[in-house]
């Protein structure tokens, strides 16, 4: 079992629709939850940071987590083409060892 | 906010060349780094953690002395790919931790692109 699984996608959506991308991690014990996105090219960027279970949000970003069921996500409203990207969702644990997922390609239709 | 830079940010070299890749915190101090390859439309790859003053973590499989790493100050990171082949040609991204927020955050530099001929 991956230790932090993502839908590889691609996860395609109209322009001005919200995009919803999930993550699943398998240590209990994890402590901080991070979104990144990656542009084809370029490196990945930090998007969003959550460490208490909930909702945090940021302009059109809202990344939940849900410690008891291990998942945390990210939705993105009022999607746009600009925000076609592949999205990384990144778990820390005890020790600072902080495991990526393999990414979410997210495809936004004009 | 918080900014790495990597330098450069492509090389072309010849096959049994050594390549340096430099990362640096720009605008805070970071003990540790860490070092990923990506190769086309794959996901990153964790090759080494990089702590200042003190030898690199390889991840399993990551020969240490073909890619060495140094981290002799708190804002830079070197990474040496020794002897380079063809197949070391790869995109190669670091992060440093910043410290703020429980230190568990990193910021990625802009990555370097090595081409090996």
């Known amino acids: 079992q991956k230790e932090v699984e993502q839908n590889s996608g691609p996860l395609s959506v109209p322009e001005g629709a919200i995009a919803s991308l999930n993550c699943t991690y398998s240590d209990r014990v994890s402590q901080s939850f991070f979104w990144y996105r990656q542009y084809s090219g370029k490196s990945p960027e930090l998007i969003m940071s959550i460490y208490s279970n909930g909702d945090k949000e940021d302009g059109r970003f809202t990344a939940q987590l849900n410690k008891a069921s291990q998942y945390v996500s990210l939705l993105i409203r009022d999607s746009q083409p600009s925000d076609s990207a592949t999205y990384l969702c990144a778990v820390t644990s005890g020790g600072f060892k902080t495991i990526f997922g393999a990414g979410t390609r997210l495809f936004v239709k004009a | 906010g918080a900014v790495v830079s990597q330098h450069p940010s492509w090389v072309i070299c010849k096959s049994g060349t050594s390549v340096k890749i430099e990362c640096r915190s720009l605008?805070?101090?970071?003990?540790?780094m860490f070092w990923y390859r990506q190769f086309p439309k794959q996901s990153l790859m964790l090759m080494a953690t990089s702590n200042e003053g003190s030898k690199a973590t390889y991840e399993q499989g990551v020969e240490k002395d073909k890619f060495l790493i140094n981290h002799a100050s708190l804002t830079l990171s070197t990474l040496t790919v020794t002897s380079a082949h063809p197949e070391d040609s790869s995109f190669y991204i670091c992060?440093?931790?910043?410290?703020?927020?429980?230190?568990?955050?990193?910021?990625f530099g802009p990555g370097t692109r090595l081409l090996v001929l």
């Open positions: 605008d805070f101090q970071a003990t540790t």
């Open positions: 992060s440093a931790r910043h410290p703020a927020g429980g230190g568990e955050t990193q910021y």
